[in-house]
């Protein structure tokens, strides 16, 4: 919707002077468009180049993380969440099975299929919970949740060995590499803020997309909610 409201515009004014000139074009050479500055992380070592992307997508009012890889059992994992500041929305695939995850103010939101409940508890607490739950979210604390919600840090743990790749883009962005002694790879913006652009490992891939684009994360409505913070502390 966005790009047809750009594009139209800029289509009828191209039509409108087509057909209002006449005139035999002339072959004055054209000014090819101005290379766009660096930002200057291509002159940083590796550790440096990877803190200032970190330090610029804690800094950024909101991202998206999307990707797909497998877990430590060879499981697929797939995820697809927005983040702003502490809260988080999004839906997590692991082994064909949805999880949608909610970190709203007041505490976290987890929703999930039967299949979901039955893979991941006891027979006997599942036989009690879903009952409970039926189609609705499950309210816990934030804490209680946050280990299901991948985080920018998660893609680079404890980075060892990192080495500088050279200058290259990513999806035709400007961009640089630092890869880690187990071959993961970080692509960084090298053009505005040294965002990370994408982690490309052995297990997967992860985009980092619509940085700062305006962002609403809410708890669902009450009639949709099981609480079950009264249990869990």
């Given at each position: 919707m966005q790009l047809r409201k750009l594009i139209?515009?800029?289509?009828?004014?191209?039509a409108l002077l087509a057909g209002c000139t006449s005139q035999t074009p002339t072959s004055e050479p054209t000014t090819?468009?101005?290379?766009p500055e660096y930002n200057g992380v291509q002159d940083m070592d590796a550790e440096e180049i990877w803190q200032a992307a970190f330090d610029a997508l804690a800094d950024a009012q909101s991202y998206r993380l999307k990707g797909e890889g497998t877990m430590d059992d060879g499981q697929p994992l797939a995820i697809d969440a927005?983040?702003?500041?502490?809260?988080?929305?999004?839906?997590i695939t692991m082994s064909g099975l949805d999880l949608e995850v909610i970190i709203a103010e007041d505490g976290a939101y987890i929703r999930a299929t039967e299949d979901f409940w039955r893979a991941n508890l006891p027979a006997e607490q599942a036989d009690v919970l879903i009952p409970l739950l039926?189609?609705?979210y499950m309210k816990l604390p934030a804490s209680e949740v946050e280990d299901f919600v991948l985080r920018p840090e998660d893609l680079f743990e404890?980075?060892?060995g990192l080495t500088k790749g050279e200058i290259t883009e990513y999806?035709?962005?400007?961009?640089?590499?630092?890869?880690?002694?187990e071959g993961n790879e970080l692509y960084v913006a090298l053009v505005g803020e040294p965002y990370?652009?994408?982690?490309i490992s052995p297990d997967g891939t992860v985009e980092?997309?619509?940085?700062?684009?305006?962002?609403?994360?809410?708890?669902?409505?009450?009639?949709?909610?099981?609480?079950?913070?009264?249990?869990?502390?």
């Open positions: 139209l515009p800029v289509a009828a004014s191209v090819a468009p101005p290379t927005v983040y702003a500041g502490d809260l988080a929305q999004g839906r039926g189609d609705r404890d980075p060892q999806k035709g962005q400007p961009a640089i590499t630092v890869t880690d002694s990370p652009l994408a982690s980092v997309l619509d940085i700062d684009e305006p962002v609403t994360i809410e708890a669902p409505p009450a009639d949709e909610v099981y609480d079950a913070t009264q249990f869990v502390g």
